[in-house]
Nanobody
């Protein structure tokens, strides 16, 4: 069974940065599409960054220009560099994945598109 493991969360002040990592030991011989999703207390999960079928990285508007998603398919790892963090970025961040090619642009940051999830890593940003 595919297992995704996130790390790198923590507590920072507004304006600070964190780098989240995601690793899976089961994606070696298959093609998977990876994304980052977050869930703030009392709110629904929302997509943060993902890659569409054209290889374009998609971001939700509120993180564009501050977050950078990168991926190493050979190593089955993904990263989310988060700069200039804001209190509203506080959430539990999940790595998510789906077997096969990535989908259309509108699916890239749709949490429902990804059936595989990690346990999450907490990000807290103080003002």
């Amino acid at each position: 069974q595919v297992q995704l493991v996130e790390s790198g969360g923590g507590s920072v002040q507004a304006g600070g940065f964190l780098r989240l990592s995601c690793v899976s030991s089961e994606l070696t011989h298959s093609r998977y599409c990876m994304a980052w999703v977050r869930q703030a207390p009392g709110k629904e999960r929302e997509g943060v960054a993902g890659i569409d079928s054209g290889g374009v990285t998609r971001y939700r508007a509120s993180v564009k220009g501050r977050f950078t998603f990168s991926q190493d398919n050979a190593a089955n790892m993904g990263w989310l560099q988060m700069d200039n963090l804001k209190p509203e970025d506080r959430a539990l961040y999940y790595c998510a994945a789906r077997a096969g090619r990535c989908g259309a642009d509108w699916l890239a940051i749709n949490p429902a598109y990804y059936p595989l999830w990690g346990q999450g890593t907490q990000v807290t940003v103080s003002s």
